[in-house]
Nanobody
Framework: QAQLLESGGGLVQAGASLRLSCAAS????????MAWFRRAPGKEREFVAG????????DYADSVKGRFTISRDNAKRTVNLQMNSLKPEDTAVYYC????????????????????WGKGTLVTVSS
C-alpha cells in the first residue's frame, strides 16, 4: 500500500497553473513535516517547498518563491502544492516526502534524509 501518493501532474503551457496533491496514510502523516521535491531531466533532485506538522511554518526554494504555495489539511491527510505562473524550467517529476518531527528548513538542507517518498507525478510546461 502506497504511503504517499501524488496526483495532479500534467502538461500545461507556460504561465498556467497546476495544483498537486499528496495523499498520505496515517502512519506517514501524523506528526510529520511534509515537502515537495522535484527532479528535472538530467538534474539532481531538489527541494521545492516544505511545511511543518502544524502548517504554521513553510519554506520555499528561491526559484519558486512567490509562485508556488504549499498547504496541508491534517484532517484529510493531504498536502498540496499550488503552482502558478509556471515556466518551462519547472518541468520535472514532483515528489512528495515526509519526515517525522522536523522543520521544512531541515528538509531543504538535507533532501535525502526523508522517512517516506511518493513515486512522483510528472509536470511538463511547454513554452
Amino acid at each position: 500500500q502506497a504511503q504517499l501518493l501524488e496526483s495532479g501532474g500534467g502538461l500545461v503551457q507556460a504561465g498556467a497553473s497546476l495544483r498537486l496533491s499528496c495523499a498520505a496514510s496515517e502512519r506517514t502523516f501524523s506528526g510529520y513535516a511534509m515537502a515537495w521535491f522535484r527532479r528535472a531531466p538530467g538534474k539532481e533532485r531538489e527541494f521545492v517547498a516544505g511545511i511543518n506538522w502544524s502548517g504554521g511554518t513553510t519554506d520555499y526554494a528561491d526559484s519558486v518563491k512567490g509562485r508556488f504555495t504549499i498547504s496541508r489539511d491534517n484532517a484529510k491527510r493531504t498536502v498540496n502544492l499550488q503552482m502558478n505562473s509556471l515556466k518551462p524550467e519547472d518541468t520535472a517529476v514532483y515528489y512528495c516526502a515526509s519526515r517525522y518531527g522536523t522543520t521544512p528548513q531541515a528538509m531543504r538542507v538535507s533532501p535525502y534524509a526523508m522517512d517516506y517518498w511518493g513515486k512522483g507525478t510528472l509536470v511538463t510546461v511547454s513554452s
